[in-house]
Nanobody, 128 residues
Framework: QVQLVESGGGLVQAGGSLRLSCAAS????????MGWFRHAPGKEREFVAA????????DYTDSVKDRFTISGDNAKNTVYLQMNRLKPEDTAVYYC?????????????????????WGQGTQVTVSS
């Protein structure tokens, strides 16, 4: 199993940027597909971004495409979510998740039920 710790959330103005970090307690490369989800008040938990277990492909929800980038640093066992041109509707608690993915093909995972481990979340608030 793996423990995940998010950091980097905060309060920013619309149009600003934040970089969220998800530090894993063990190696994630070629073991876990990694994803970011968010939960805003009055809404269901929403998929944001995911990266395959070998980092070869990514996936994003339409509302963040061209603004957010998911990436990983294998040496640090850390996954990042770079968020640019933030909008008030991006306000939510952001969660990092890991999905055990030992089989081929390596692909990003967008469904929360496929994730086995979750971080505690970090608040992102975007003011207008």
């Amino acid at each position: 199993q793996v423990q995940l710790v998010e950091s980097g959330g905060g309060l920013v103005q619309a149009g600003g940027s934040l970089r969220l970090s998800c530090a894993a307690s063990t190696r994630i490369f070629n073991r876990y597909a990694m994803g970011w989800f968010r939960h805003a008040p009055g809404k269901e938990r929403e998929f944001v971004a995911a990266i395959s277990r070998i980092g070869g492909s990514t996936d994003y929800t339409d509302s963040v495409k061209d603004r957010f980038t998911i990436s990983g640093d294998n040496a640090k066992n850390t996954v990042y979510l770079q968020m640019n041109r933030l909008k008030p509707e991006d306000t939510a608690v952001y969660y990092c998740a890991a999905a055990e993915s030992p089989f081929r093909p390596a692909a990003p995972i967008s469904t929360p039920l496929e994730y086995n481990y979750w971080g505690q979340g970090t608040q992102v608030t975007v003011s207008s």
